[in-house]
């Protein structure tokens, strides 16, 4: 049996493609045999709408009440009730909920770790567990980078930014120094590249400055495609929508590259 990887999807920057990417990872892992739980630690509730959740306000159990009986030390936790138990992957669900243990988490004594205490007894029971983050750098996203082994790091080139990364791998090492020496940074994603324009090549010659031999970037980039969107639009992965398209083979690639 495999030692369990938990994955943070994180770029503080919006719209990067960190959903796009849980969501389809989690699938390309769960494809080729694994055990994966995906975990949606965004309010905006993107990786649990994409996984065919169609109304995640109408959950009664989500992470919001998976953390804040973490917090609580109460039986909800224990119990995992939480999980949706799926044939391939299993969800933690969150909904606009999610928004209130952001502060919740903010007031408690070691608010940081609230996420790892929850997902570190459920390392025995998979593979890999995928974490999907919000566009902000608050305390969701400092639990998840708490709770994670590396962190992917999804970069749009229409949307690069050195600023935006550089903020984003100093709170990595200051986690690392405080929080979570384990961290690593598993690699930085190239998503909706075309990789014909002068964009995309200004772009990666940029991030290949930026990261030169201490950041890994990963060789799979993933090719912008309408499919994407057609796949967000019925509530599934582009892999289960249509496996033999561009993005989907890329996504089955990064799974390798990962794994
Ligand atoms: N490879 C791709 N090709 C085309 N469109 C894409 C691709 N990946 C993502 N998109 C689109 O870009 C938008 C943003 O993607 P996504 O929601 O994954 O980003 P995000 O980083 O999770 O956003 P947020 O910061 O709001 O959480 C979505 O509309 C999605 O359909
Ligand atoms: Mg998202």
């Known amino acids: 049996m495999k030692n369990c990887k938990i994955f943070a999807v994180a770029n503080q920057k919006g719209g990067t493609g960190k959903s796009t990417t849980a969501c389809n990872l ?25 996984l065919g959740i169609d ?3 109408e959950l009664a159990i989500t992470m919001h009440e998976a953390l804040s009986a973490t ?5 909800l936790a224990g119990a995992g009730g939480y999980i949706l138990h799926r044939e391939k992957l299993d969800l933690i669900p969150c909904n606009i909920n999610l928004s209130v243990s952001e502060i919740n988490l ?50 749009s080139p229409q949307l690069w930014s050195a600023t935006g990364l550089t903020d984003l791998m100093q709170t990595i090492y200051k986690i690392k120094h405080k929080i979570n020496p ?16 002068h964009l995309y090549r200004d772009a990666k010659a940029l991030l290949d400055d930026f990261c030169g031999d ?3 970037i990963f060789d799979t980039r993933i090719p912008s495609t309408v499919k994407v ?9 582009v892999i289960d929508l249509d496996a033999k398209s561009k993005a989907a083979v890329a996504y089955t690639e990064l799974a390798k590259e990962v794994s």
């Open 26 to 50: 989690s699938n390309a892992l769960a494809n080729a045999g694994n055990r994966v739980l995906c975990t949606d630690l965004d309010p905006q509730a993107n990786l649990s709408m994409s």
């Open 55 to 57: 109304r995640p306000d």
């Open 71 to 75: 917090m609580d030390g109460t039986e």
């Open 106 to 155: 903010r007031n408690e004594l070691g608010g940081e770790r609230i996420l790892s205490e929850l997902l570190e007894p459920l390392r025995s029971e998979y593979d890999y567990i995928v974490i999907d983050t919000s566009p902000s750098i608050g305390m969701l996203t400092i639990n998840a980078l708490a709770a994670c082994d590396s962190v992917i790091i999804p970069v």
């Open 182 to 197: 384990r961290i690593e940074i598993e690699g930085i994603l190239l998503t909706m590249c075309d990789e014909r324009t």
């Open 214 to 216: 201490r950041i890994r």
């Open 229 to 237: 969107g057609e796949a967000n639009y019925f509530s599934v992965s």
